[in-house]
């Protein structure tokens, strides 16, 4: 939405600081929208509050009721939005009705309440309009993990997933998981007796599942105080329920489990008991390395030319994204994770960067260069985003292999 322009010049300063908060209110309507009939009652009792003339008060009334129109055009809940455009058609009556005193009176009480119109439209317009993070905003608030073996460090570690809790679990190549929380305090670590290269990792509500591209096999784990082992399920082969290097996974609303298999070139899909295994596509998908999933989409990072597939749950290839190459847009891309809005955070291996592009694969911002210091990566791997918007990434830097990242 563009952004606001003032009707009148502003000279007061206790009118500039009503301008700026209406103008807060227009960004807060972009990015938390629960918030705009809230910083309208404000706006409205500031207005109330002076004693301007009352055309400029309708020019502000009049611009904000245009401004919150386009600013909800999203909703789809029509009913909704009359609702709060009354509000504002109601005050704007009573400014155009003559009155003995030039300050604005509005109405003592709403026809309908004010935090029920909140709660409502937090309701609506939370799930219709997608969060994400600043990128360009973001800086390190977290390091820790030294490279190492010891209780507390990381040994190479791949990839990472969250939990519902916002505990981060890490694979590593020390042949075991290790779990931090978000703010960098290492909680514990597990293993088991048959795992040897644990990579991608997945979490769906309290299942845990892990690839291992040692013994071609697929591990699930209960998440509970000792992790128990649900199931390990495949081995060497290019049969169908076989792998040959399974690297990432992701689990879909409905608990299917998608597999990406790196020489065998092709995606598994599985029920949540890792039975029942099918081919996402009859297609060869060159080199899958990472996989995530939306509601109606599949997204594949591979080896090839242009290194984001994306594919439909049916199998069909819907377009392909982001090119790869020494001159190109990312290097040698290894990880990636999705915003609300499917921004495509991805970390190029090479580079020591994560970059940050739009759905349609236009480059938003990257973050970070080479070296060991905090905001630095070396070899950046696995990454994810924690409920709060933060970015979680792992790296081989010797001093600190755990990064997450937030706005400042």
């Given at each position: ?43 409205r ?19 904000l ?36 005193d ?8 709403s ?18 309009v ?54 960098g ?148 891309p ?23 592009f ?8 990257t ?22 918007l933060?970015?979680?990434?792992v ?14």
């Amino acid at each position: 939405m563009a952004a606001y322009n003032a009707p009148v010049p502003l000279v007061d300063p206790i009118e500039t600081q009503i301008h700026l908060h209406f103008n807060q209110m227009v960004y807060c309507v972009n990015q938390r929208r629960e918030a705009v009939l809230t910083m309208y009652r404000d706006l409205r009792q500031e207005i109330d509050s002076r004693p301007l003339v009352r055309a400029r008060r309708e020019l502000e009334l009049t611009a904000l009721r245009t401004e919150t129109d386009n600013a909800i055009q999203m909703n789809q809940n029509r009913q909704l939005q009359q609702r709060i455009l009354r509000e504002i058609d109601l005050d704007l009556a009573e400014i155009r009705t003559p009155h003995p005193d030039t300050r604005v009176v509005f109405r003592s009480e709403s026809t309908v309440p004010l935090e029920q119109l909140i709660a409502q439209l937090g309701e609506v317009l939370e799930e219709e309009v997608p969060t994400v993070p600043d990128y360009q905003a973001m800086r390190p608030v977290v390091a820790v993990g030294k490279l190492g073996n010891a209780p507390g460090e990381l040994f190479y570690p791949h990839a990472v997933a969250i939990d519902s809790n916002d505990r981060i679990f890490i694979t590593q190549l020390l042949a075991r998981i290790s779990v931090f929380s978000v703010k960098g305090e290492f909680l514990t670590s597990f293993s088991h007796q048959d795992m040897r290269g644990p990579y991608g990792v997945a979490i769906h509500g309290d299942n845990l599942y892990v690839t291992d591209i040692v013994v071609d096999s697929i591990f699930h784990f209960k998440i509970a105080t000792d992790f128990p082992l649900i199931a390990k399920r495949g081995s060497f082969g290019q049969q169908i329920g076989k792998f040959n290097s399974p690297r990432n996974l992701a689990v879909s609303n409905n608990g299917d489990v998608y597999v990406t298999e790196y020489y065998n070139h092709r995606v598994q899909i599985f029920d949540s008991s890792l039975l029942h295994p099918r081919s996402l596509t009859q297609q060869l998908i060159d080199h899958p390395q990472d996989i995530k999933l939306t509601a109606d989409e599949v997204y594949v990072l591979c080896d090839d030319n242009r290194c984001v597939h994306v594919f439909s749950h049916a199998g069909e290839r819907l377009r392909s994204l982001i090119s790869r190459g020494l001159q190109m847009q990312v290097t040698f891309p290894i990880y990636f994770c999705l915003d609300s809005a499917e921004n495509i955070i991805i970390s190029d291996y090479f580079t020591d960067r994560i970059k940050i592009f739009t759905k349609a694969g236009n480059l938003i911002t990257t973050l970070g260069e080479g070296g060991h210091l905090p905001g630095m990566f070396h070899y950046p791997r696995g990454l994810a985003l924690t409920k709060e918007l933060s970015l979680v990434v792992v790296s081989w830097n010797e001093n600190f292999c755990l990064q997450i990242f937030s706005c400042l």
